[in-house]
């Protein structure tokens, strides 16, 4: 998966309800869709399986074998039964996040963060420097799962603000639960709710970019 220089827009699909708007804008801007797990559509053009090995296993090696991926398939590592698998280059991710230079207990730490496929997928995404804009579909949240919107949703809002920071452009869908609260909520903390503001402040606080 070599860098290129050009940037070029690409389509990030989870299996939530949005994920044929993605489909649908990949085929209109006739760019790349990466998918995960058990995506087999003709638009994906790289599918990722980062989960571990006893899970993979158990789960999705049979699937793959009798469903052979076409498109390189992101994994922790190659598997030989595998042809196209291409390990999640890690190292190179660490170096390029910057992870070094956050400070655990006074001790550098080199340790990525994430809790679940599409952080990944945004991260390598990002570390390439080709694809701007970013369009992130099927990534929904609306599962009522606490692990999915407690423990997987801050490690995608991480990369997508690292991705911000350097400039790219991300596109969500309308109702994307992505950047909110736990109620669905997209705040300003301090300025909502706030009885002491009056409507002519609160007006005028609207028309700021936040």
């Given at each position: ?147 999915e919107s407690t423990y997987e949703r801050p490690s995608v809002e991480f990369y997508m603000g690292f991705a911000r920071g350097r400039g790219l452009t991300l596109d969500l869908p309308e109702n994307s639960r992505l950047m909110t ?30």
């Amino acid at each position: 998966m070599p860098k290129q220089q050009e940037s070029r827009p690409l389509v990030i699909l989870g299996a939530g309800p949005t994920m044929q708007q993605g489909l649908a804008i990949a085929r209109a801007k006739k760019c790349e869709a990466w998918g995960c797990n058990y995506m087999t559509n003709p638009e994906i053009t790289m599918l990722f399986q980062v989960h571990g090995d006893s899970f993979v296993k158990a789960r999705f090696l049979p699937f793959y074998l009798e469903n052979p991926p076409k498109v390189p398939l992101v994994m922790q590592h190659e598997w030989r039964e595998l042809p196209t698998s291409v390990a999640f280059p890690m190292r190179e991710h660490i170096e390029f996040i910057g992870f070094d230079h956050i400070l655990r207990e006074g001790q550098r730490s080199g340790r990525p963060y994430h809790a679940c496929t599409m952080s990944y997928m945004l991260a390598l995404a990002i570390q390439m420097q080709c694809y701007n804009p970013i369009h992130i579909y099927g990534v929904d949240f609306y599962s009522e799962l606490r692990h999915e919107s407690t423990y997987e949703r801050p490690s995608v809002e991480f990369y997508m603000g690292f991705a911000r920071g350097r400039g790219l452009t991300l596109d969500l869908p309308e109702n994307s639960r992505l950047m909110t609260t736990s109620d669905n909520h997209r705040q300003v903390y301090g300025l909502e709710w706030n009885p002491e503001l009056t409507k002519k402040e609160t007006e005028a606080l609207s028309h700021i970019a936040v």
